[in-house]
């Protein structure tokens, strides 16, 4: 008699018993489950595993599509395998690295021994579509890791040997197309052909991978250019290539031969010189009366860093001959009853429109003109503005700084003149790659980020965290990021040390996080993320270090 398990679907709250044996693939069609979007991956027990995951024992599943943020990985991780086997199959000499998430999609860097022309890159997306005809099986094997490291050795692949020589694991995951074998950090589709919509074009001197939208995953993302963004991302590449470490794998190596102290310093001093670069450009557009800058604004996403931006670049103004004035936007929010609502009825404190944009413009107009004004002050308890009794008027070399994540919004300063302001964008941009087939998500580093200050500073689980991340993006997507090429500077608050650092805060909080919760598969794939790091203690920071804004210890006071 067939031996069978038992599996709980929460798709259609159905339970049923599967051969032993069965991988995900086979469970779903079992299940009987018909869903506008095909399955990529699925949550095992609230782990996320892929389609070839074969089930022995007794299970929960859910299972995910494109339009999930797991699902749109486990696509995107697919996407890039094919690209690099179509490279190496045009190009065996070849290399690819995947840099930089850009424009909606990801600027890939090519060293094929000629210039990447538009025939190329034709070229290139001819072989992955035949790739993705030919219907070929991706299959998953657990290998020794003495195994994987001699294959990647063999074929030129040296960040993966570095990365699986730090690691220290008996067995490694690999993944191979018709006998083409590569790494990749998380889970892959079961058949290429499940891919079904990319794009491929020349950016700049590399190509740009297209991907499905989040909004849409049945057309490409529009191509927008973030050139400030694509630029700031390239500076901190090459500092990294000076620096001689650009993975994690070389990072590892660094740590072990005791060079932490080094790259803190370095990482430091880079940071520090390009606030002063922002502060000393500030400083020479203010020379002139007739377009000085008498507002600076400072926005960015969550965990950005914008608060200690704000405190260092004050410090560098100071150093220039120029005196901040802060200003609060939390001050300007209308009483609570005025608030806009969001989708689900609840308070949306994340508006443009849950600030008083006429008493705003009114006041800073009123400063610029020479004007003094009474400050107004929120009282948070009541949900009410009150005048704080705090009187304010700018001196001849005052500047106004403002930080919050409307202000590169040009509404919300539309009545102050072009000229008089200055905008810096502050992001936590993450530059350090796994490998060179394995991309960092800059939105890990910031949610890891709010994981520690949450749980330091507000009393919040890593689980709370994580439910409310997705609504935290969302409020980025609509009130932030549109706006980020507005910038006159750009800032990268990542530093290439700063995952080390903060995985020995992190792993603590996230193993608190239970088991049979929704957010457990977002903990638990932050945890099998951290490994991959050498642990660095933070008592090596220097007590100004703008990573001290979460984790604790800094002389600033927030």
Not at 110 to 137: E, F, K, S, Y
Not at 170 to 178: A, E, H, V
Not at 239 to 267: E, L, P
Request: proline share 5%; charged share 25%.
């Amino acid at each position: 008699m067939e031996k069978t398990v038992s599996i709980f679907c929460k798709n259609n709250n159905k339970s049923i018993d599967v051969p032993m044996g069965s991988n995900l693939k086979q469970a779903y069609s079992l299940l009987g489950l018909k869903g506008e979007l095909p399955p990529v991956s699925c949550k095992v027990n609230n782990k996320v595993e892929g389609m070839h995951y074969r089930l022995y024992n007794p299970k929960q599943l859910e299972f995910l599509d494109i339009s999930s943020p797991s699902g749109m990985r486990t696509y995107i991780r697919t996407l890039f395998f094919v690209l690099c086997k179509a490279v190496n199959d045009l190009y065996p000499e070849g290399s690819v690295t995947i840099y930089i998430p850009v424009s909606n999609g990801y600027y890939c860097d090519l060293h094929i021994g000629t210039p990447i022309t538009t025939d190329v890159v034709d070229a290139i997306r001819q072989r992955m579509n035949d790739i993705i005809a030919q219907a070929l099986p991706i299959h998953r094997h657990e290998i020794p890791t003495t195994q994987a490291i001699d294959i990647f050795r063999k074929n030129g692949a040296l960040s993966k040997v570095k990365l699986l020589e730090t690691l220290g694991h008996l067995y490694t995951l690999c993944y191979d197309i018709d006998g083409y074998v590569d790494y990749f950090y998380g889970s892959l589709l079961t058949n290429t052909s499940m891919l079904t919509l990319f794009g491929l074009e020349p950016y700049y001197d590399g190509i740009l991978l297209r991907i499905p939208s989040k909004t849409n995953p049945h057309e490409l993302g529009p191509l927008i250019r973030q050139d400030k963004m694509f630029e700031i991302f390239k500076e901190h590449h090459r500092w990294q290539h000076i620096i001689g470490i650009s993975t994690v794998g070389q990072f590892n190596n660094a740590v072990d031969k005791g060079y932490s102290q080094t790259i803190v310093h370095v990482t430091e001093a880079l940071q520090e010189k390009k606030i002063a670069e922002i502060a000393k450009e500030i400083s020479m557009r203010s020379s002139d009366d007739g377009s000085r800058v008498r507002l600076v604004l400072i926005a960015g996403p969550s965990s950005s860093g914008k608060t200690t931006t704000c405190k260092r670049l004050s410090i560098q103004l100071l150093a220039n001959g120029i005196r901040p004035v802060p200003i609060s936007l939390d001050d300007y929010f209308v009483d609570r009853e005025n608030t806009p609502r969001d989708h689900t009825g609840d308070y949306d404190f994340e508006s443009l429109y849950a600030l008083n944009l006429p008493l705003l413009n009114l006041q800073l107009t009123q400063l610029l003109n020479g004007e003094e004004v009474e400050l107004p002050r929120y009282d948070f308890t009541t949900g009410k503005s009150v005048m704080s009794g705090k009187r304010l008027k700018l001196q001849s070399n005052d500047v106004i700084v403002m930080e919050g994540i409307h202000a590169l919004n040009p509404e919300l300063t539309a009545q102050v003149p072009e000229q008089q302001k200055y905008r810096v964008y502050a992001s936590a941009l993450t530059t350090i790659l796994l490998d060179t087939h394995n991309y960092i998500p800059t939105t890990d580093n910031r949610l890891l980020r709010r994981i520690i200050r949450d749980a330091k500073y507000r009393n919040q689980s890593a689980q709370e965290t994580i439910r409310r991340w997705p609504s935290v993006r969302r409020g980025e997507e609509k009130w932030i990021f549109p706006f980020q090429e507005n910038a006159d500077a750009m800032f990268n608050s990542a530093m290439l040390y700063e995952l080390a650092v903060i995985k020995t805060q992190a792993e603590p909080l996230l193993e608190q996080v239970p088991e049979n919760s929704d957010e457990y598969s977002e903990a638990y794939r932050l945890r099998k993320f951290l490994k991959h790091f050498k642990p660095m203690p933070s008592a090596s920071l220097p007590q100004t270090s703008l990573l001290r804004e979460f984790l604790g210890g800094s002389s600033f006071v927030y």
